[in-house]
């Protein structure tokens, strides 16, 4: 049993798609983990303004990764970097209003904030990739030691 789990995890670890998929699991999380962890001792209204500020930090997360571990084998790599965004928000969203209701009350969430948190999310991953990109440039011309 194993060694079938080691050779799926290598397939998955060695393909782009994979490379994908991991960061976009980590932004997801990561937003999740946020939002549980602040529905403790803050109300759920104060969680609506305090949402776009977990999604822009983990969906920069999201599109430094992607870059950062397939760099060399995209081709558009900023339309990636923003599509990884919004598939973390797509997510998020659909985590929270089909699996996770009974610990973050949705009630309180609008379509507004919801498109915003679309641009939040696309938005930020496109910054996280051109951070990315610049820092593998820099490093390319030895300007950081690696």
């Known amino acids: ?71 060399d084998r995209l081709k558009y790599k900023r339309t990636f970097a923003v599509g990884a965004g919004v598939a973390v928000v797509v997510l998020v969203c659909a985590s929270m209003f089909f699996i996770l209701p009974a610990v973050i009350d949705t009630s309180q969430i609008t379509v507004n904030d919801l498109l915003l948190w679309f641009i939040i999310g696309a938005v930020f991953s496109w910054l996280g990739g051109i951070l990315a990109i610049k820092y593998d440039n820099l490093k390319r011309k030895g300007g950081i030691a690696s």
Not at 6 to 11: E, K
Not at 23 to 36: D, E, F, P, R
């Open 1 to 71: 049993m194993q060694i079938i789990f080691d050779h799926y995890y290598d397939l998955i670890k060695s393909s782009i798609a994979g490379k994908a998929l991991y960061s976009i699991i980590v932004g997801v999380v990561g937003v999740l983990i946020l939002a549980v962890f602040f529905t403790v001792p803050v109300r759920v209204a104060s969680l609506s303004f305090l949402m776009p500020w977990f999604m822009a930090f983990n969906c920069a997360l999201t599109g430094y990764m992607l870059l950062e571990k397939t760099l």
